[in-house]
């Protein structure tokens, strides 16, 4: 039998990752997973998110128990184990070793993006909360153990031309493009979060992909913390999938490395 295909894709939050997680469930090779250690990061950290108590209530919050299902049995017996992944619920005291078993990707979105729309969410919340700094990090991590940097793909190119990008992304991981990818049925999944209530309203509307909307301007503060996030997104950038001819990343690794620039300053 051809071994499974796990793919870990990591993003910060507000960065089309459900709508993402909603194209691969849609081929029916693949089986999804949504954000399997938040739990864990809430449990751990203490942080008080939306739903929490129902969050805890109905997922795994020891970390060493949600990696063995990641790394176990694929639901369904498919071919395909799609994992969306939030970057900051990765905390430092959670082993990595893991993330050997799959085909990481780093799913990116500028921080003006993410801001905006994060904040519409939670209004207080400090820099590490949209998980910036920890993405550039699990990047680099990723790029020392392959030796060459793993795929990168920019939200805004998705939402312009999600054929392409998408098929693209399936070459990268190795799996065949699929058309069901495009489209999918409004509403909630089974395998939606605890927290989808709190989240999810837009991309339950959603039939596809829609074409990117322009940034509303930001205030002061959230400018401020908008230049500070960005060495990290343009870290990752210039490995977006979408800048090479065969959409594979450059084969060299990253030599310049942007880390702890998220601070600690609230917004």
Not at 43 to 70: C, F, N, Q, Y
Not at 76 to 82: E, L, N, S, T
Not at 185 to 207: C, K, L, M
Not at 235 to 248: C, D, P
Request: glycine content about 6%.
């Amino acid at each position: 039998m051809t071994p499974s295909v796990r793919i870990a894709m990591w993003s910060g939050p507000r960065n089309i990752s459900t709508a993402m997680m909603r194209a691969f469930e849609n081929r029916p090779d693949t089986a999804v997973i949504d954000e399997p250690f938040y739990a864990a990061y809430l449990e751990a950290t203490g942080i008080d998110h939306p739903l929490r108590a129902e969050t805890l209530a109905a997922h795994e919050s020891d970390w060493r128990k949600v990696v063995s299902v990641l790394t176990g049995p694929v639901p369904g017996g498919r071919d395909v184990f799609y994992q969306k992944h939030i970057t900051h619920h990765m905390l430092p005291e959670f082993d990595l070793a893991w993330t050997g078993q799959c085909r990481n990707v780093f799913l990116i979105r500028t921080p003006e993006a993410v801001l905006s729309s994060y904040s519409v969410k939670r209004p207080e919340f400090l820099p590490e909360d949209v998980g910036f700094s920890r993405q550039s990090e699990l990047f680099d991590r990723e790029c020392d153990r392959l030796g060459k940097p793993p795929p990168v793909v920019d939200a805004d190119d998705v939402l312009r031309d999600p054929r392409a990008v998408l098929a693209r992304l399936c070459v990268a991981v190795g799996i065949p493009f699929s058309e069901r990818m495009l489209h999918w049925p409004a509403g909630p999944r089974p395998t939606d979060g605890a927290w989808a209530p709190a989240w999810y309203d837009s991309v339950e509307r959603s039939t596809g992909f829609a074409a990117p909307r322009s940034v509303p301007a930001l205030g002061d503060d959230l400018k401020a913390l908008a230049d500070t996030l960005r060495p990290c997104y343009a870290h990752l950038a210039r490995y977006n999938i979408m800048l090479s001819s065969t959409g594979m990343s450059s084969g060299k690794k990253p030599t310049q490395r942007h880390r702890g620039t998220e601070g600690g300053m609230n917004t």
